[in-house]
């Protein structure tokens, strides 16, 4: 398999591509929907604060691209998506969409969100990689709400075929018939739910994470045995513990704070234990320590 090309391929007299998606942020979720686009063949221009941000998540496509063929998860024949990274918002202009893929942070996701609408089209499909922020709650900081939907994407993307799309109070028909559109071009099958705090997913996984968390705190389990019981008793491929390593222990912790903040149930507020972890730096799969230990970074 080739790497991702440094730069779009000239102009040939080929037929424009049906899409070209733009991913603002280049973190973990930002790779990982720039993976599974490039390897439907969609051109994608990726977005972030810095060349060097840039330059790893370059090099991050090239290894999901390979792992996820190998996998047989994405095809193994077949075009690529060109690749182009910034670090511009201006340049998304010519975008058919863009996905806001930035921090869980809702003042952050409203300023991207923001710049993005003033930057293209009337019309532009606008989707939030959001996992618990409610969409009507961002549609405010957006010129037209009705171009603005939800996908929560799975992690990763472009090994899990399935993902939510949120369909705010404001978002139009046309904007989520064209979320539709983009994710079975993108071979996902997507969950049409309504907005609130966590819509479907996280408003149960992240609570069930944080009680994992409070039970190994409490001494009643270690790790190992919760995920272990997860796995055997109830059929799960992945338990609580492993599955927040994999998504980070600093985004559980956002999204909760998120929860608790917006429902203000005490279920959410971040256990102590989890809180522990972030601030020591163990973040999960992506620093090489969470609840367990990993071979490397990922």
Do not use: W
């Not at 019981?229 to 799960?236: D, I, N, Q, R, V």
């Amino acid at each position: 398999m080739n790497d991702v090309p440094r730069e779009t391929r000239p102009d040939d007299g080929a037929p424009a591509r049906r899409h070209r998606l733009a991913v603002i942020g280049a973190g973990v979720m930002g790779t990982g929907i720039t993976t599974l686009a490039l390897g439907r063949d969609v051109d994608v221009i990726l977005v972030d604060v810095s060349e060097d941000l840039l330059d790893k998540a370059r090099d991050a496509v090239t290894g999901q691209l390979r792992l996820a063929r190998m996998m047989g998860k994405l095809p193994r024949e077949g075009a690529t998506g060109d690749l182009v990274t910034t670090t511009r918002i201006a340049d998304v202009a010519d975008a058919t969409a863009v996905v806001e893929a930035v921090t869980e942070l809702a003042p952050l996701k409203a300023k991207v969100l923001a710049e993005v609408s003033a930057a293209v089209a009337p019309g532009t499909l606008l989707i939030s990689n959001t996992s618990a922020v409610p969409i009507d709650e961002q549609a405010d900081a957006v010129a037209r709400p009705e171009d603005l939907v939800g996908i929560h994407f799975m992690n990763p993307p472009y090994l899990i075929g399935t993902a939510e799309l949120i369909r705010g109070p404001r978002s139009g028909d046309a904007a989520v018939e064209a979320a539709r559109e983009l994710l079975d071009t993108l071979g996902q099958h997507g969950v049409l739910v309504g907005d609130g705090p966590g819509f479907v997913i996280n408003r149960i996984l992240q609570r069930m994470i944080n009680e994992a968390a409070r039970i190994v705190a409490e001494g009643i389990a270690d790790p190992e045995s919760v995920d272990a019981a997860f796995e055997g008793c109830l059929g799960h491929t992945t338990g609580p513990l492993a599955t927040a390593d994999l998504i980070g222990l600093d985004n559980v912790v956002d999204s909760l704070r998120v929860l608790h903040e917006r429902t203000g149930d005490a279920g959410y507020e971040p256990c102590a234990l989890l809180l522990d972890k972030v601030a020591a730096g163990d973040h999960g799969r992506k620093t090489g320590r969470g609840f367990f230990a990993y071979g490397g970074t990922s």
